[in-house]
C-alpha cells in the first residue's frame, strides 16, 4: 500500500488517581494518536512516549518532532509499504523506538483492517482473553496502599506489582504479604531506582516469595543485574533494560535476568516485540506484556500481543477504569481477572469521534 497523508493528534487524560514511580508522579496521560492515511484505507495507533524523558530517553514532542520531520517523510517516498517495511525504511535513523512503534502500528493497523485480519491472529495469538494484573504506585502511607490493593483484588486483578524504591520497599512489601497472605501473586518494580551497592538491602526481598523483582538497576547496567540474579532466590525482571531481541538474547545468555517484560514501544513495535518473545521462548523464559498507561488504541494492541504462548504471567494491562474516567476508544473492563482479546480487523478498535475531539488539545494534517 501506499501512504499518502498522516494526522498527528496530542490528547490530553486525566488519570482518576496520580500514579507514583521511583520516576516521579504522574496526574494526567499526555499521549500522541496518530492516524494514517494510505491507499487501502486508514489506520490507527498511539505513541507511548511520555511528556519527559525520564523513563527513557524519549519524550512526546521529541517523538512528534522524529515521526513529522523524519519518518513521515521516508515513508511517503515507499512505493510498497507493509509492517514489515517501515522498520526497513526507518532503519537509516537511530533510536526513537517509540515513535518507530507507532508509525509501524498505524501501518498494521491499517494492513490488517484491509484484508480483515485481527492483530493477534496475524502475531500468532493463541488465546481469546488474557490474564491481567496492576501497577500500584507509590503512596503516601502504607495504610493507603493497603487500601488500594484491597480494592483491585476484588476487582479481580491476578497479580500486584507494587512499585519501589528506597525507603519504600521492604515495609510496604510486608504490609501487602501479612495482610492479604502468601498466595497473592506479588512483584515489585523499582524502575532502576537502586545501585549494586543496595545488593544486600534487596536480598531482604527474598522472604517474601515475589514472583519476581523488575529493573533494580540501571538500563545499561546488565553487569549489576547479572550479580544480583546470581545473589539472590527472587527472579530478575527486565523492563528498561531490552530494547530489542539482541538485548533479550545478550541479558538472557549474561544470566542477567530470568523473565523478561515487553512493551512494544520501548522494543521498536509490535514485530520486535514477538521476536523478543521468540527469544525468550527459546530459552525457556517466560515473558510478560507492560504497561505505559496507554489509550484503548494501546491498551488493544497490548491484548493482541499477550495473547501469545510465551505470555506466562499476567500483564500491566488493567482495566480502563484503572487509569481513566474517559477514554478515546470504549473502555476494557475486566472479567475474572481476564481482558478480552480484540477480534476485530487490525488492531480491533477505533477511537470514539466525540471522545477523540473532546481529549485532543491539537492536531495538525501532513500530506504527501
Ligand atoms: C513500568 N508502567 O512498568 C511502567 C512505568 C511507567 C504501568 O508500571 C507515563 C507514561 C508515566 C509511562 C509511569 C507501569 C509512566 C509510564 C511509569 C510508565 O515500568
Ligand atoms: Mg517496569
Redesign the pocket.
Known sequence: MKLSGAELRFVSLPLVTP?R?S?GT?TV?NALVLRLETSQGEGWAEC?A?DEPG?SPEYLMGAADVIRRFFLPRLFAVEELDPAGVAVALDGFRGHPMAKAAVEMAVLDASLRATGTCLSAYLGGVRHRVPVGV?VGITDTIDELLGLVDKYLTAGYLRI?L?IQPGWDIEPVRAVRETFGPSVPLTV?A?TAYRQSDTRHLRRLDEFGLLLV?QPFAPEDLYSHARLAAAMDTPICL?ESITSARDAVSALRQGACSVI?IKPGRVGGYLEARRVHDVAQAHGVPVWC????ETGLGRAANLALAALPGFQLPG?ISATARYYTEDITAPFSVTDGHLDVPSDPGIGIVPNPASLDRLTTSAERIVR
Open positions: 500514579f514511580t520516576l504522574q496521560r507511548v511520555d523513563y501497577s506489582k512499585k518494580d524502575n523488575e523492563d517484560n507492560g504497561g505505559m498507561l500491566d
